[in-house]
């Protein structure tokens, strides 16, 4: 796995506002990092220094290993950013604007014609290449931000607030956009100041605050921290004639070494492990083996809100 974007104690001042403060992060190459902290914290500031648009105060940014103050026209066909506003071409139709920044990145003639057509595929605006700018929905209009940004094909697509202000179904089909981009090896830094919109696309999260991280890491690191120990739901077909309840089950494991805790949740149980544990399956086997029916099965998804609160706790006032 390698580095693809890097922040070495990178600082960043405004006159007398301290945005950044000694922020280190590392995303490896295919990742979706979502870069999450509330308003203020320092997100927009971060990815305009990696985009080449601010220098830091101190530290170093790197792309690709590449400096990005020192060498950023070697950086610049290497990202690809969209900033949390869109800008001012609403006068101009879906394809022209494709044109326009296409010729902004040097894209002439057959291989811009091929190269619109691809993002505009890619973003599912296939239908809309005739239509006015302005006249998209906030969810067509972040996909064409995106076409937009995947013209000169990055490797690495530093997206701010790209959520923000979506529907729910305009939500789900983003998410869908960012899985295939990942699917095509692309490396995603995706900001938020809400936890939910977009914690399940990403694989590693980064929380920061008063320009500080107090955080990053993989979505199993997070867990880990929070939580020592896995958490398992369980359901089960009770069939009492034959002595199989959630009750019976939750006794049987009381005694298995794994298990730290029990407790009833409707309509089943929850199971803590112990925090040496990590892999919870073999519990499943055990309850199937003594002839339990089992309807659900699973390990809890670590609850990103549950997370914010964690590692935020006492700076968020
Ligand atoms: N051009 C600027 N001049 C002065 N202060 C700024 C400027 N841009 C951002 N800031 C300040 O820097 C801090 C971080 O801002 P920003 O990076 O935009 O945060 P976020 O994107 O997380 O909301 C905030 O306190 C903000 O007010
Ligand atoms: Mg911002």
Redo the contacts with the bound molecule.
Sequence with gaps: MSVIVQLDRVEKR??D?H?LRAVDLSINEGDAFGFI?P????????LKILSTLLRPSAGRALVCGIDVSRRPDEVKPLIGYMPDVLGVYDDMLVQEYLEFFAAAYRIHGEKRRQVIDTVLELTDLGGKRDAQVRSLSRGMGQRLGLARVLLHDPKVLLLDEPAAGLDPRARIEFKELVLQLRRMGKTLLI?S?ILGEIGMMCNTIGI?EQ?RMLFAGTIEDVRKKVRPGLRVTVRLREEPEKGRTHAEAMEILRGHPMVEALKPSEPGFEVLLRPECEDASVLSVDLAGRGFRILHFAEQAVDLEEVFLHVTKGVVS
């Design positions: 405004y006159k506002v945005a902290g308003n203020g914290a320092g997100k927009t500031t971060t900001s100041h920061i320009g």
